[in-house]
C-alpha cells in the first residue's frame, strides 16, 4: 500500500508503543492505522453508522454477527430463526443478525477497504458480537486484536472439551514486533511452536446450522467472539 513518508513515521511510532503489550492493545492499532486512510474511507463509515443505528432501532438486536467469505449469497430468514431460538431470543423483541453479504480477498488487501471499515464501525460501536470466516481472514483478524481470549468465557473444563477444534493466536508475536515494522506482521505457526499462544476461536467442521445452508462448504470456518461485544453470552452460545 502506498503512502507518504510521514504516514509511515507515524506508524512506526504507533508500533513502538505497542511493543511489549498483550493481544488486546493491537486493535487500538487496528483501529488508528485504517483512520488515516481517504476521506472516502470516512465517508463509509459515516454511512455504515447510519445503517447500523437503522438496523439497531428497528428491534432490539441482541446478537449481531458477520459471516465472512460464507459462500453463499445470503442467510434466508429460517436459518436466522433457527440460530435465534438456539439463542433464547423470542424474535419480537429481540432479535438476531448475522450478516453474511461481505467478502475479504485475501491475495488483495487494498480491496478490502470497505469490509474493514464496516468491521472496525461494528467493533467501536460495541455492536458486532462475533465473526465467522474462512480460515485465512480470521488469522488476519486475529492477528489484528479483533478477538478476545476465550478463557475469558470459557472454563477450562469446556475448553478442554473443545481442545480439537481450538484456534489459537501467538501473542508473543505481536508482542516483539520490530519497531521499524509499518504493518503487523504474522507467521502462522503449530500450537507447539507458539511462545504464548491464546485461544481466540472455535474451528466449525461438523456444525449443523452452516451444513444446512451450505455456507463455507469449501473453506474450513472459524469463529471468535469480538473482544468489544457487549453481547458475549450469546456469542459464546452461538459459538457452542
Same mark, same amino acid.
Given at each position: ?42 465517508? /463509509?463509515? =459515516? ?6 443505528? #437503522? ?5 432490539? &438486536? *441482541?446478537? @449481531?454477527? /458477520?459471516? =465472512? ?6 442467510? #434466508? ?5 433457527? &440460530? *435465534?431460538? @438456539? ?154
Amino acid at each position: 500500500m502506498a503512502a507518504g513518508n510521514g504516514i509511515r513515521d507515524e506508524i512506526k511510532e504507533q508500533r513502538k508503543s505497542l511493543k511489549g503489550k498483550g493481544i488486546r492493545a493491537h486493535l487500538d492499532y487496528f483501529f488508528y492505522y485504517y483512520k488515516i486512510h481517504t476521506i472516502a474511507a470516512i465517508i /463509509v463509515i =459515516i454511512f455504515a453508522v447510519w445503517f447500523i443505528h #437503522d438496523a439497531m432501532n428497528s428491534s432490539d &438486536v *441482541s446478537f @449481531y454477527a /458477520v459471516a =465472512i467469505n460464507s459462500g453463499i449469497s445470503q442467510f #434466508d430468514d429460517s436459518f436466522t430463526d433457527e &440460530v *435465534s431460538a @438456539y439463542l433464547g431470543l423470542d424474535g419480537d423483541n429481540y432479535s438476531c443478525n448475522i450478516d453474511n453479504s461481505l467478502t475479504f480477498d485475501n491475495e488483495n488487501m487494498n480491496a478490502n477497504l470497505a469490509v474493514q471499515q464496516r468491521i472496525i464501525t461494528l467493533s467501536a460501536a460495541n455492536s458486532l458480537d462475533a465473526l465467522l470466516s474462512d480460515r485465512d481472514t480470521f488469522l488476519y483478524y486475529a492477528s489484528s486484536g479483533l478477538f478476545a481470549d476465550l478463557t475469558d468465557y470459557f472454563t477450562k473444563d469446556e475448553l478442554e472439551s473443545l481442545s480439537d477444534r481450538i484456534f489459537y493466536i501467538d501473542s508473543s508475536q505481536l508482542e516483539n514486533q520490530s519497531d521499524t515494522d509499518s504493518e503487523i506482521s504474522y507467521n502462522d505457526i503449530p500450537y507447539e511452536e507458539m511462545g504464548n499462544p491464546v485461544p481466540v476461536g472455535i474451528i466449525c467442521p461438523d456444525s449443523s446450522f452452516l451444513k444446512k445452508v451450505g455456507a463455507y462448504s469449501s473453506s474450513e470456518a472459524i469463529v471468535g467472539i469480538c473482544y468489544t461485544s457487549h453481547h458475549s453470552d450469546y456469542a459464546k452460545k452461538f459459538i457452542e
